[in-house]
């Protein structure tokens, strides 16, 4: 069984698709023993998918031909529509560097299928809103990708909807990037009561009534906060936070951006002065290794 893992905030800018890439390639390849990864975008801005698979018209073929995580969601919106295999994945995009890590893209029409999810129920009204909230869950289930990797890496959208409680549902752990201002401060405590007082107690709630059958095995009732992770930021004494964030500090963020602009993470920037100066690849190892091994135990 994958370990699984959603990088999730309702506010977007925070660095959610940078984590999200960084934490799979660190479970692929920074560790002791690689591992099985998969990154599964499930974000319709699409980010994190267009920057993995940067080969010329890569990310383009896989929308044109149909082959990404909308098909899992269009399978309860679209009459006749089957639940998809393991077809929908782009496997190696960021070989030979990574060969352990494969990727689910998501695409812009996602975002239609959200709206498409919640205004569409089958049969008993209860067992519908169960079943359009655990299709990652089942797909993860039934396609064999629960056992075929060693970890699932979700990067969710900037909201709480119906695509992003799939994640949650699916998720053992999630973690929360945040940028050190007042509103993203003061939406933490409101995003993790939310995740256990609403989506949790309200999914609980949901596989009591319907039939055990209907359960995927992929199922978590409790979604543990692995941690929340500070992003854009760094030291600077006369600012009266202590800190100056990305957003007021380009400087700062040209090593990552460029990064993941050249579609790879910090860790294969070794000729980038801009990270190999501030120690960007330390500092991702740093994040990651006490979300996975200190707080999560993995």
Request: aromatic content about 8%; hydrophobic content about 40%; charged content about 20%.
């Amino acid at each position: 069984m994958a370990k699984r893992i959603s990088v999730i905030n309702f506010k977007g800018g925070v660095g959610k698709s940078a984590l999200a890439l960084h934490l799979g390639c660190y479970l692929a390849d920074r560790r002791k023993k690689p591992s099985r990864v998969l990154l599964v975008d499930v974000d319709h801005q699409s980010t994190l998918s267009i920057i993995v698979m940067k080969k010329p018209k890569t990310w383009d073929s896989a929308v044109d031909a149909n082959l990404t995580c909308n098909r899992i969601f269009t399978s309860f919106t679209t009459q006749g529509a089957q639940l998809p295999g393991i077809e929908i994945i782009d496997e190696k995009p960021l070989a030979p560097q990574y060969p352990t890590l494969d990727i689910l893209p998501a695409q812009l029409e996602l975002d239609d299928t959200e709206i498409e999810l919640a205004a569409t129920t089958i049969g008993n009204a209860l067992a519908s809103e169960w079943q359009k909230r655990t299709l990652l869950a089942k797909w993860l289930a039934t396609s064999g990708v629960d056992d075929k990797y060693d970890f699932v890496v979700f990067d969710c959208p900037p909201a709480t909807k119906i695509v992003s409680q799939n994640a949650i549902a699916a998720s053992h752990a999630y973690v929360m990037p945040v940028i050190p201002d007042s509103i993203s401060a003061r939406g933490v405590t409101h995003f993790k009561n939310l995740v256990t007082n609403r989506i949790d107690t309200r999914m609980k709630g949901f596989a009591a009534a319907v039939r055990q059958s209907d359960i995927p095995s992929t199922f978590v009732p409790d979604t543990q906060l692995a941690g929340i992770v500070i992003s854009m930021a760094q030291t600077h004494g006369p600012a009266d936070s202590g800190y100056i964030n990305e957003h007021t500090n380009i400087d700062r963020a040209t090593g990552v951006a460029e990064s993941l602009g050249n579609g790879w993470p910090v860790y294969w920037q070794g000729q980038n002065v801009n990270v190999t100066n501030r120690a960007l690849p330390q500092m991702f190892d740093k994040v990651c290794e006490e979300l996975v091994v200190s707080r999560l135990g993995w």
